[in-house]
């Protein structure tokens, strides 16, 4: 099982990034993808996920900015990001939940300057 996310960097202010986390050794259809992200001395936060069904949900933080998708096709699940802000940065994981399986990636640092 592996989720390899990609597609982190440095970006200013107002600017976009497009995060993937592509999936392997599972049944990805079957499970909800969500994408976290994780700011120094700070914890573990939920910013977007999406269900098998395609269904998706925000944080308040990143509602009309973010918007999350899947391609079933390529076992990949991605982040859109635009109107970046300095406080969207952190290191950004997806995982991959169904029932009691629950798989992480090992994260893609997202730098926003201002």
């Known amino acids: 099982v592996q989720l390899v996310e990609s597609g982190g960097g440095l970006v200013q202010a107002g600017g976009s990034l497009r995060l993937s986390c592509a999936a392997s050794?599972?049944?990805?259809?079957?499970?909800?993808i969500g994408w976290f992200r994780q700011a120094p001395g700070k914890e573990r936060e939920l910013v977007a996920r999406?269900?098998?069904?395609?269904?998706?949900n925000y944080a308040d933080s990143v509602k009309g900015r973010f918007t999350i998708s899947r391609d079933n096709a390529k076992n990949t699940v991605y982040l859109q990001m635009n109107s970046l802000k300095p406080e969207d940065t952190a290191v950004y994981y997806c995982?991959?939940?169904?029932?009691?399986?629950?798989?992480w990636g090992q994260g893609t640092q997202v730098t926003v300057s201002s």
């Open positions: 995982n991959a939940v169904r029932g009691f399986n629950l798989y």
């Open positions: 050794g599972f049944t990805f259809d079957d499970y909800a």
């Open positions: 999406i269900t098998s069904g395609g269904n998706s």
